[in-house]
């Protein structure tokens, strides 16, 4: 299993980034998917997750509204649009592929992590 997450970067408070994460087939035909991330001396936290269909979509609360997690299973491809951004959305970000088919907020719950891609915001 390798997830390769990108499209992290450095933004300005209140822009937008997208991004994108790709992994195998057998991933995007089977499982669940997931954004998390850990902050500068911060625990790694839940952002989004969608299930395999895209019908089950749960946000964070510090999210919702402002960042949209989407993904096209035909190219094996899962997104977080980022939107109004924040000085504490400044993180490394990780997709993750869940044990089932269905949504999860528990990292626990998720049996492979990309490799992070730093997002920063700028006040």
């Known amino acids: 299993v390798q997830l390769q997450a990108s499209g992290g970067g450095l933004v300005q408070a209140g822009g937008s980034l997208r991004l994108s994460c790709t992994g195998s087939?057998?991933?995007?035909?089977?499982?669940?998917m997931g954004w998390f991330r850990q902050g500068p001396g911060k625990e790694r936290e839940f952002v989004a997750s969608?299930?395999?269909?895209?019908?089950?979509?749960l946000y964070a609360d510090s999210v919702k509204g402002r960042f949209t997690i989407s993904r096209d299973n035909a190219k094996n491809t899962l997104s977080l649009q980022m939107n109004g951004v924040k000085p504490e959305d400044t993180a490394v970000y990780y997709c993750?592929?869940?044990?089932?088919?269905?949504?999860?907020?528990?990292?626990?719950?998720?049996?492979?992590w990309g490799q992070g891609t730093l997002v920063t915001v700028s006040s």
């Open positions: 969608i299930s395999l269909s895209g019908k089950n979509i």
């Open positions: 087939d057998v991933t995007f035909r089977t499982f669940g």
């Open positions: 993750a592929r869940s044990l089932g088919a269905d949504v999860s907020t528990r990292a626990h719950l998720y049996s492979a």
